[in-house]
Structures are given as C-alpha cells and as structure tokens.
Nanobody
Framework: QVQLVESGGGLVQPGGSLRLSCAAS????????MAWYRQPPGKQREFVAT???????NYGDSVKGRFIISRDNAKNAVYLQMNSLKPEDTAVYYC???????????????WGQGTLVTVSS
C-alpha cells in the first residue's frame, strides 16, 4: 500500500513564499505523474500543477509564473515552490501520485492528507 505524507503548509503574508513537500512510502515500483491540487474554502478542488516522470510540466492558469513544481525520483517526492502568494491562493493543498506498486506491480493512484496554506496579512 502506498501512502503520501505532505508537509510545509502554514500562514504566510501576501507576496511571500512557501514550499510544500510530499513523499511517498510503501511498496513502489515506479511513479509516473506527480501533481498538486488545491481546494479553497467553500469551493471545489482544482488543478494546480503536474510533472511527469520525464519532467514534462503543466500548470493551472492561476499559478503560472508564480509556482514551480519539481520532483525527486530517488526519494519518491514532489515539491511545490509557491512564490508571490496571494490571498486567493488560500486553500488545502493535496498531492497526488500515480504509478505501479505492490508485489504484482499493480497500478495505483493515491492522495495526500492535505496541508493548509493561508495567505493573509
């Protein structure tokens, strides 16, 4: 069973920066896509960014030019560097990973528990 553990959330002032981390553990053979999503208060979950195993990147329009997603395949980890933060970035941020794991190398998709980011003065 694969599990994700997130860290790095907290309170930050507008214009500030924050870095989120998410590490996978368990029986993992390979992780394909790693992604970040967020859910603002009272709203639906939305896409933030994704990175493929080969390094291809994709960002949501609202974070382009401010957020940077990266990954460390050796550590089965994904990161989200958030710069120039705005109050509207306030949300619970979730990491998501898909790949192959277990003794039979079955496909999996897992979500982290979420970490709260609050942007406020």
């Amino acid at each position: 069973q694969v599990q994700l553990v997130e860290s790095g959330g907290g309170l930050v002032q507008p214009g500030g920066s924050l870095r989120l981390s998410c590490a996978a553990s368990g029986s993992i053979f390979s992780i394909y896509d790693m992604a970040w999503y967020r859910q603002p208060p009272g709203k639906q979950r939305e896409f933030v960014a994704t990175i493929s195993r080969g390094g291809s990147l994709n960002y949501g329009d609202s974070v382009k030019g401010r957020f940077i997603i990266s990954r460390d395949n050796a550590k089965n980890a994904v990161y989200l560097q958030m710069n120039s933060l705005k109050p509207e970035d306030t949300a619970v941020y979730y990491c998501n990973m898909g790949g192959l794991g277990g003794s039979r190398r079955s496909s999996f998709e897992v979500w982290g528990q979420g970490t709260l980011v609050t942007v406020s003065s």
